[in-house]
């Protein structure tokens, strides 16, 4: 439950209502749909003793740090309220983001700490010609299948 409200910056009150709300939170914290959700004092309760112990600050970093690995990005405070969950009342769900890799080699990196930008990758269209008929079909595919899935969003882009 620390960790819950850790990601998503909610009160102990907050934790305690949503855990108890949510199925996947109630999943979270190995808890069934039958068990007894633990009130506010008891994750409070653990906190200080996590705290006397001096191990808290050791969890939070492991715990970022195995995020980390696992190719996400650890966005603690960075998460906003979906309408679903603003007409619920809940202050939101919390996202995880795929952190993008870099994969310079290692003569692009001696050229990038040479203030240098790194040499162009990968396939490009030859300048001045249009794109090969594949190509534009393929685009049109995908802008296609985004139009679809960023609609219903685009009210939210402001």
Not at 82 to 100: C, I, Q
Not at 129 to 143: E, Y
């Amino acid at each position: 439950m620390l960790v819950l409200q850790a990601l998503h910056g909610l009160s102990l009150a907050q934790t305690e209502y949503l855990v108890a709300d949510r199925p996947s939170w109630m999943r979270s914290c190995r808890l069934a749909l039958g068990d007894a959700v633990p009130d506010a004092n008891t994750p409070q309760d653990f906190h200080e003793a996590l705290i006397v112990a001096g191990t808290l600050d050791a969890l939070f970093a492991r715990l970022d740090r195995a995020i980390s690995e696992a190719g996400y990005l650890p966005m603690a405070g960075q998460i906003g309220a979906t309408p679903r969950s603003e007409r619920r009342g809940d202050p939101g769900g919390a996202t995880l983001v795929a952190a993008p890799r870099q994969r310079h080699t290692e003569a692009e990196k001696v050229r990038i700490k040479a203030g240098k930008r790194p040499r162009r990758s990968g396939p490009t269209k030859p300048t001045g010609r249009p794109p090969p008929r594949h190509q534009v079909r393929a685009n049109a595919a995908k802008s296609a299948v985004r139009a679809h899935v960023e609609h219903p969003f685009a009210h939210r882009k402001g």
